[in-house]
């Protein structure tokens, strides 16, 4: 299987008021073009601490991952997207940023980057779908 280079950022904690919002976790996935393994880089801010921990990064083989994240691209290329900073869509804090050089490349917005212009609110179906791809990730990022 041929999966062209993306990045996956799942961010927990994307709300905020006055202060920009402080993350409580960050999960990136990481394919790089021609590469058979996905780079799987996490990040926690334990309760009551003010930053984040230092990053802990495996690698993954993309061969023994590739239904899970072809499940999770067509589940992100699916759904309204949910950014940080944004009004939280999905009402679980937690914002996921797909990016990949295909969506650039066509003209049209990457995941995660239109800042909410015109998109509608997620269905039901969306939701779930949304809880999938978190679900993924953090399986992934385990």
């Avoid at 998109?119 to 953090?138: G, H, L, N, S, Y």
């Amino acid at each position: 299987m041929s999966v062209a280079a993306f990045t996956i950022t799942l961010q927990k904690g994307i709300t905020g008021g006055f202060a920009p919002p402080t993350p409580n976790a960050l999960y990136r996935l990481v394919k790089e073009a021609e590469s058979s393994t996905i780079t799987v880089v996490s990040q926690v801010r334990p309760l009551g601490t003010p930053s984040l921990q230092d990053a802990v990064i495996k690698s993954i083989s993309l061969d023994d991952h590739s239904a899970e994240i072809e499940e999770l691209q067509g589940i992100l290329t699916a759904i309204p997207p949910q950014y940080p900073g944004a009004a939280d869509l999905y009402g679980l804090d937690i914002s996921i940023i797909y990016d990949t050089k295909e969506f650039v490349a066509s003209g049209a917005s990457q995941y995660g980057s239109a800042a909410g212009l015109g998109v509608a609110p997620p269905t039901e179906e969306e939701k779930a779908k949304f809880q999938r791809a978190i679900d993924i990730i953090k399986g992934l990022a385990a």
